[in-house]
C-alpha cells in the first residue's frame, strides 16, 4: 500500500551552484516532480551568469519550493550554509549539474528510514569515451565512503555533530564526511534506485583537470585522516584501468597527490575542524 502524504517525511534539498545557467534549470524541474514534502536551499557561490536569475524566476513559479541564498566559497562551506538554513530532520545533497530521477526523493526516504547515511547511484551521461570511468573506491570499516556528496542524504542531527564539510577542503570533502560518519559509527546505507544523473566534463582536458584535483583533494584527505593506502583495494584499482583513458585519468589524479605532497608545507590539514565551519541553525523539524 502507498504510504499517504501525511506519512511522508519532510526533506531539505541543499545544492550549491557556480555558473551553472546551462544546467539549472533541467535540474530544478526534475526536482520539482519529486515526490513531496520537502524544500529546496539553493546557495549561490556569486555566480556571474544567469544561474541567480533562473533560481529566482523559478522561485516565483514555484512558491515556498525554493529558498536561494548567495555565499562565496567552497562546495563545504555552501553546502555548510544550506544546511545551516534547513528545517527537515535530513538533508539530501544534489548538484547544479545533475538530474534526479522521478523517484530519486522516494527511495532516499526508503534508505533513510534504515540509516543515518543515504548514498544514491550517479550515472555519468555525456562523452562515453572518458564518462563511465568507475571510482576509486576507499573502504573503511566495510563501508565504501567515496560516494559523492552529488547524491547523498544525511540526517541533519549526525551532520551537525561531526561538524559538517571540512571547508578546507579542494575535493574530497564528502569522502572525509563519510569517513568521520562511519568512525562515529553511522551506517552508511547505498540504495542504488535512488538514481541521479551527472554530466561528464565537456572536453578531455577539463576530464584530466578534475582527476588532477581529485587526487590533490585525496592527498588532503590523508593528511588529515592519516595513512589510508591500507584501506584501497589495489587488485581492482589497477585492474579497472581498462583503457588509455583510464590510465590517463590515474596518471592526472597521481599528478594532483604529489602536487600537494610538494606544496603542503604548513599548509597540511590537521584533524581538528576549523571553528565556525558549520553555522548555527535552527532546529530541524517539519514546517
Same mark, same amino acid.
Given at each position: 500500500?502507498?504510504?499517504?502524504?501525511?506519512?511522508?517525511?519532510?526533506?531539505?534539498?541543499?545544492?550549491?551552484?557556480?555558473?551553472?545557467?546551462?544546467?539549472?534549470?533541467?535540474?530544478?524541474?526534475?526536482?520539482?516532480?519529486?515526490?513531496?514534502?520537502?524544500?529546496?536551499?539553493?546557495?549561490?557561490?556569486?555566480?556571474?551568469?544567469?544561474?541567480?536569475?533562473?533560481?529566482?524566476?523559478?522561485?516565483?513559479?514555484?512558491?515556498?519550493?525554493?529558498?536561494?541564498?548567495?555565499?562565496?566559497?567552497?562546495?563545504?562551506?555552501?553546502?555548510?550554509?544550506?544546511?545551516?538554513?534547513?528545517?527537515?530532520?535530513?538533508?539530501?545533497?544534489?548538484?547544479?549539474?545533475?538530474?534526479?530521477?522521478?523517484?530519486?526523493?522516494?527511495?532516499?526516504?526508503?534508505?533513510?528510514?534504515?540509516?543515518?547515511?543515504?548514498?544514491?547511484?550517479?550515472?555519468?551521461?555525456?562523452?562515453?569515451?572518458?564518462?563511465?570511468?568507475?571510482?576509486?573506491?576507499?573502504?573503511?570499516?566495510?563501508?565504501?565512503?567515496?560516494?559523492?556528496?552529488?547524491?547523498?542524504?544525511?540526517?541533519?542531527?549526525?551532520?551537525?555533530?561531526?561538524?559538517?564539510?571540512?571547508?578546507?577542503?579542494?575535493?574530497?570533502?564528502?569522502?572525509?564526511?563519510?569517513?568521520?560518519?562511519?568512525?562515529?559509527?553511522?551506517?552508511?546505507?547505498?540504495?542504488?534506485?535512488?538514481?541521479?544523473?551527472?554530466?561528464?566534463?565537456?572536453?578531455?582536458?577539463?576530464?584530466?583537470?578534475?582527476?588532477?584535483?581529485?587526487?590533490?583533494?585525496?592527498?588532503?584527505?590523508?593528511?588529515?585522516?592519516? =595513512?589510508?593506502? +591500507?584501506? !584501497?583495494?589495489? @587488485?581492482?584499482? #589497477?585492474? &579497472?584501468? /581498462?583503457?588509455?583513458? *583510464?590510465?590517463?585519468?590515474?596518471? =592526472?589524479?597521481? +599528478?594532483? !597527490?604529489?602536487? @600537494?605532497?610538494? #606544496?603542503? &608545507?604548513? /599548509?597540511?590539514?590537521? *584533524?581538528?575542524?576549523?571553528?565556525?565551519?558549520?553555522?548555527?541553525?535552527?532546529?530541524?523539524?517539519?514546517?
Amino acid at each position: 500500500m502507498a504510504s499517504s502524504p501525511d506519512s511522508r517525511e519532510f526533506l531539505s534539498v541543499v545544492i550549491t551552484v557556480r555558473n551553472e545557467e546551462r544546467h539549472l534549470a533541467a535540474l530544478l524541474e526534475s526536482l520539482a516532480a519529486q515526490e513531496p514534502p520537502f524544500e529546496i536551499i539553493l546557495v549561490d557561490a556569486l555566480s556571474h551568469d544567469r544561474t541567480y536569475a533562473l533560481a529566482v524566476e523559478f522561485a516565483e513559479r514555484h512558491p515556498g519550493l525554493l529558498r536561494i541564498y548567495r555565499r562565496f566559497g567552497s562546495r563545504g562551506m555552501g553546502r555548510n550554509h544550506g544546511v545551516a538554513h534547513a528545517r527537515a530532520a535530513a538533508v539530501v545533497f544534489i548538484d547544479g549539474d545533475c538530474i534526479a530521477d522521478s523517484g530519486w526523493l522516494r527511495e532516499i526516504r526508503e534508505g533513510l528510514r534504515h540509516a543515518d547515511v543515504v548514498a544514491g547511484q550517479t550515472t555519468t551521461v555525456g562523452n562515453p569515451s572518458y564518462g563511465h570511468l568507475d571510482r576509486v573506491e576507499l573502504y573503511q570499516a566495510g563501508s565504501d565512503v567515496t560516494y559523492p556528496s552529488c547524491n547523498l542524504a544525511y540526517r541533519t542531527a549526525l551532520f551537525r555533530e561531526l561538524g559538517g564539510f571540512d571547508p578546507r577542503f579542494i575535493t574530497a570533502e564528502d569522502i572525509d564526511l563519510n569517513l568521520r560518519a562511519v568512525r562515529r559509527g553511522a551506517r552508511l546505507r547505498y540504495v542504488p534506485d535512488a538514481r541521479v544523473y551527472h554530466e561528464v566534463r565537456g572536453t578531455l582536458l577539463r576530464f584530466l583537470v578534475q582527476a588532477y584535483w581529485n587526487g590533490y583533494g585525496r592527498k588532503q584527505l590523508t593528511e588529515k585522516q592519516g =595513512a589510508l593506502w +591500507a584501506n !584501497y583495494r589495489y @587488485r581492482r584499482l #589497477l585492474t &579497472g584501468q /581498462r583503457s588509455v583513458i *583510464a590510465w590517463a585519468r590515474l596518471l =592526472a589524479a597521481f +599528478a594532483g !597527490y604529489f602536487t @600537494r605532497v610538494v #606544496l603542503a &608545507g604548513d /599548509r597540511r590539514l590537521t *584533524a581538528e575542524m576549523p571553528p565556525g565551519s558549520l553555522e548555527d541553525s535552527p532546529d530541524p523539524g517539519s514546517p
